[in-house]
């Protein structure tokens, strides 16, 4: 049987996914591991732990799966974004990896802006703020601040990168996890030459570029031996985590908006050219598919709202959990289940952490309104999951105020189990949900890159066509258009009237 291997690189794991080539998933892994956070605004981890991680889930998932490693066609990986990673002429890391998370580079952050302006940076890269996140100021600070490491690089890589380097011994990368380091040209497909000039390297320095879904070569004899794969597996360039997310939803043309409800809300949405928001609200980044972009608004709480609500007051849920087999979250779908909708006029903020799309307001507080003697814990439940859906159709009205037109929703994450959670968000947003049966779809995106460069599929959409399954799909119910438009506008004035106070003084030392 030949089958692709997904590998998903996380910020505090890597998954490895075996799929066959009809999409059903054979067997998976997951190697974790702890970021090292020496002081405040640092983050970091030794680069060799992301090769540690890969090398153990991926022997693993192909000893518990049970078949030959000569039936792994090809491989490709899913990676988070902006975690840097410097290697010397040897290829050996010169320092730990600078993750994402770390904010150190604020300084550089602003001499960036400063140099640049946020709009021409914008126009070119597609991200509508500089802030520390980005590599372009990781690797200034590097510079700036470890002027002896910085002189020694002879590659700047990001994590899926370097495990390519691993895994064949060649630095390449791709188009879409390059987007936010702040020195791609989306529009031109290059690096930025003016960045890289203010940053003090060169194009030497980063991996060659390559679209999603291109052979890089096969596995060298050294990694062949450490993973256990055969020489003949063929490495793949993969994606960006939410563009293989994406892919692996079948989000692959204009229309079609995929949205991942985990902790955070991550919302891809199609586009067929670079698409610029005059209030730099959404960044614009290259997609997986050749030739398309991606608008990703995003929010910091989404399913750690209902998270936070479980762990504070669900507690005979968590209880009766290990006794019945029956997941908590599942209990609680069931309460609110009883629960009419709108919550009988109860109405949530779900800011635990500040706002992002479209507010970008870090004061932005949670909010439980409209509570009367008629509520109860299940009003509670449902409220939660109704103020995520309206945070949703909140960035739905932003996409439609640029000309996106989306046509359906695909849901996927770990909200996408509960069909409630997806009625819920079809009859707030008046949309079709449709909702993959495999919902780790950013291993399958990687998947799925891996058979087309394996020329197992002619393209991305042949292969999304025979390895993407829809497992449900729910139409909105026009009976509560109204009851949630009333409902969504309380929700929108909410923000707006208690902004004010989010920013009050006696609220700052609280």
């Given amino acids: 049987m030949s089958c692709l291997l997904g590998i ?19 067997c998976s892994s997951i190697r974790e591991y702890r970021l090292i956070t020496p002081k405040p605004d640092y983050v970091e ?48 890391p010169l320092r730990n990896a600078i993750v994402w998370l770390d904010n150190r580079s604020r300084e550089e952050a ?54 390519i380097y691993r895994l064949t011994g060649e630095y390449f990368t791709e188009y879409s996890v390059c987007s936010s380091t702040l020195y791609l040209d989306i529009r031109r497909d290059s690096w930025w030459d003016e960045m890289l000039d203010e940053l003090g390297i060169n194009a030497d320095q980063l991996p060659s ?68 928001d005059p209030k730099r609200r959404i960044p614009c980044q290259r997609h997986s598919v050749n030739k398309l972009y991606f608008l990703m608004p995003w929010c910091q709480t989404a399913g750690m709202f209902l998270k936070w609500f479980r762990d504070t007051f669900c507690s005979p849920e968590r209880f009766l959990e290990p006794l019945t087999g029956i997941d908590a979250y599942v209990l609680m779908d069931r309460e609110a289940e009883r629960v009419p909708p709108g919550s009988e006029g109860l109405v949530m903020l779900p800011h635990l952490m500040g706002a992002a799309c479209p507010e970008f307001d870090p004061d932005a507080k949670a909010v439980m309104f409209g509570i009367t003697l008629k509520h109860s814990k299940p009003h509670f439940i449902r409220a939660v999951m109704e103020s995520v859906a309206y945070m949703l159709r909140r960035n739905l009205d932003v996409l439609g ?110």
Wanted: aromatic share 8%.
């Fill in 8 to 26: 998903d690189a996380g910020t505090t794991g890597i998954k490895s996914s075996l799929f066959s080539l009809d999409g059903e998933l054979i």
């Fill in 45 to 92: 981890l030794d680069p060799k732990t992301y090769w540690k991680a890969c090398r153990e889930s991926v022997r693993d998932v192909i000893k518990r799966s049970g078949i030959s490693s000569d039936e792994v066609v090809a491989l490709a990986i899913s990676s988070q974004g902006e975690t840097l990673i410097a290697l010397d002429r040897d290829g050996r």
């Fill in 110 to 163: 602003g001499i960036l802006r400063k140099r640049f302006g946020e709009e021409e940076v914008y126009k070119i890269t597609g991200q509508p703020q500089i802030v520390p996140t980005w590599p372009a100021t990781k690797i200034l600070w590097i510079r700036r601040n470890e002027p002896e490491i910085f002189e020694e690089v002879d590659k700047f890589l990001l994590v899926e990168d370097y495990l």
């Fill in 209 to 276: 570029l390559k679209p999603s879904g291109t052979v890089v070569g096969e596995i060298s004899a050294e990694a062949s031996a450490e993973l256990r794969l055969s020489r003949r597996t063929i490495v793949a360039t993969g994606a960006f985590d939410q563009a293989a997310s994406a892919i692996g939803a079948g989000n692959i043309k204009p229309g079609i908006l995929s949205e991942t409800t985990g902790a955070a809300l991550a919302i891809v949405v199609t586009v067929r050219e670079p698409s610029y």
């Fill in 401 to 510: 105020e640029l000309g996106v037109d989306v046509e359906e929703v695909r849901s996927i994450g770990g909200a996408a189990k509960s069909r409630l959670w997806n009625r819920i968000k079809a009859d707030v947003l008046q949309k079709r949900i449709l909702i993959p049966k495999i919902k780790d779809t950013g291993a399958l995106g990687a998947a799925i890159l891996a058979g087309v460069a394996s020329k197992a599929y002619r393209s991305i959409e042949d292969a999304v066509n025979s390895m993407v399954k829809i497992e449900d799909s729910i139409e909105p119910r026009a009976e509560y258009r109204e009851l949630y438009d009333r409902l969504y506008e309380v929700y929108v004035k909410l923000y707006e009237y208690l902004k004010p106070l989010f920013k009050a003084k006696h609220l700052e030392n609280i």
